[in-house]
T-cell receptor, first 115, second 117 residues
Framework: DQQVKQNSPSLSVQEGRISILNCDYTNSMFDYFLWYKKYPAEGPTFLISISSIKDKNEDGRFTVFLNKSAKHLSLHIVPSQPGDSAVYFCAASAAGSSNTGKLIFGQGTTLQVKP | SAVISQKPSRDICQRGTSLTIQCQVDSQVTMMFWYRQQPGQSLTLIATANQGSEATYESGFVIDKFPISRPNLTFSTLTVSNMSPEDSSIYLC??????????????FGSGTRLTVV
């Protein structure tokens, strides 16, 4: 059972435009959500996170939106740059000591930003 | 900032053999984790490497297949035992750095790309 889903395997946008990456989850116990970016031959790099008590978190060009009722979150990148081209993973975690460090990942979305 | 060194970066192994992957951090960390990313799949947590005690394995993963060592606060190894082609994956270690505590974003090594033939 895939608890975190990224239904779009790929996304292509023009440089300067907005990139919107989507993520859905099924487990209502998730209370923390993260986005990671991964370049080929490298490990995932933490990008931005959001707690379930918030509905928006912004960091420079990156904004994550959380809709708890819909169990949906999205990552907005604006303006998109060619260097943003990478695989983006959505991840979630649940509270509790037994869940510390346990991240549930989506399948990833490959973003291509065209110059 | 802390550096995570993971070795080897890639390997091609014969089925039935074993491979040990090393994860070295240049600072002490409390939490170390091992993940697997099978081709076209998401990252899946294998186990939490506990310093001074046995690793805690997730459902579907067992110690006999993936023995883990954690001799100190800066080092851990994951062994993939009796390999089969289905073990072909990227294996990643993950740690919680001090800088991560403010973001809850764990830091990953660069991964080991394993191909079993």
């Amino acid at each position: 059972d895939q608890q975190v889903k990224q239904n779009s395997p790929s996304l292509s946008v023009q440089e300067g435009r907005i990139s919107i990456l989507n993520c859905d989850y099924t487990n209502s116990m998730f209370d923390y959500f993260l986005w990671y970016k991964k370049y080929p031959a490298e490990g995932p790099t933490f990008l931005i996170s959001i707690s379930s008590i918030k509905d928006k978190n912004e960091d420079g060009r990156f904004t994550v939106f959380l809709n708890k009722s819909a169990k949906h979150l999205s990552l907005h990148i604006v303006p998109s740059q060619p260097g943003d081209s990478a695989v983006y993973f959505c991840a979630a975690s649940a509270a509790g000591s037994s869940n510390t460090g346990k991240l549930i990942f989506g399948q990833g979305t490959t973003l291509q930003v065209k110059p | 900032s802390a550096v995570i060194s993971q070795k080897p970066s890639r390997d091609i192994c014969q089925r039935g053999t074993s491979l040990t992957i090393q994860c070295q951090v240049d600072s002490q960390v409390t939490m170390m984790f091992w993940y697997r990313q099978q081709p076209g799949q998401s990252l899946t947590l294998i186990a939490t490497a506990n310093q001074g005690s046995e690793a805690t394995y997730e459902s579907g993963f067992v110690i006999d297949k993936f023995p883990i060592s954690r001799p100190n606060l800066t080092f851990s190894t994951l062994t993939v035992s009796n390999m089969s082609p289905e073990d072909s994956s990227i294996y990643l270690c993950s740690v919680e750095l001090l800088s991560d505590l403010f973001s809850n974003g764990y830091t990953f090594g660069s991964g080991t790309r394993l191909t079993v033939v």
